[in-house]
């Protein structure tokens, strides 16, 4: 299956640059460009993709309004991956509450940009730990649990709850299965059947979903 990428940057070279690599990877074709926010939302809807790389500060329109605007539309649900030059980025709360699907910092090696394409494509989360520790210090600045979603956690077992909270510490399916001793499809059944549950389009909303809950809270 080939994964279908849009790239929203407002620089050229990087544009071409990323373009030029991703074009090159036998399951990842590049189907189109943008300039900035409104150009990646138009086409986004035009084109359709699979995955969206989408640059943080843009001008019109920067990446988390484009990113809300493309997850609302109800048209179709593309991953996107936010692209920053800083792993202390602003925007890496906000810009996962609005669905985005990770993170890759811009210094990141052409083969980490295709591997975090593939990965988000699988419908994984993709968080780099230094963004993980600034996101969780967020959620410990914002307070405590959010209580009108809270009560759909009861809709889950025993086990799916605990598949969420591994997941929300940030365990990989096999780090998973090694902890619970069962096999990594088991693991990735029962993480289909809790985004199945919670309404969640992938493991980021997840992590984000156990934090604003209070399942997990920071420093656990």
């Known amino acids: 299956m080939v994964i279908r990428a849009l790239i929203a940057d407002d620089q050229g070279m990087v544009r071409t640059g990323f373009t030029v690599f991703l074009s090159s990877q036998p399951d990842i074709e590049v189907i189109g460009e943008a300039a900035n926010g409104r150009e990646a939302v138009e ?3 035009l084109l359709k993709p699979d995955v969206i790389l ?19 539309s109800g048209d179709f649900l593309p991953k996107i991956l936010i692209l920053t030059t800083f792993d202390l980025d602003d925007y890496v709360y906000e810009a996962l509450r609005a669905g985005a ?7 990141a090696s052409a083969l980490q940009l295709a591997e ?3 990965v988000v494509a699988a419908g994984e989360a993709l968080i780099a730990p230094a963004i993980t520790k600034r996101l969780i210090t967020e959620f410990a600045r914002l307070g405590g ?5 809270v009560r759909r956690l009861a809709e889950l077992t025993e086990r799916e709850t605990e598949v969420l909270t591994l997941i929300a510490q940030g365990l990989s399916n096999q780090e998973i299965a090694t902890r619970l001793i069962v096999s990594e499809q088991t693991v990735k ?6 985004l199945g549950k919670l309404d969640l389009r992938d493991r980021a909303q997840a992590i984000v979903y156990a934090y604003e809950t209070g399942l997990v809270r920071p420093g656990e």
């Open 43 to 45: 086409r986004a809807a």
């Open 54 to 72: 989408m640059d943080v500060r843009m001008p019109e329109m920067d990446g988390l309004q484009a990113t809300r605007q493309i997850l609302t």
């Open 101 to 107: 699907s990770g993170f890759l910092l811009k210094d």
């Open 116 to 118: 975090a394409v593939r």
């Open 145 to 149: 649990p959010r209580a009108p979603t």
């Open 189 to 194: 059944t029962h993480v289909g059947r809790v």
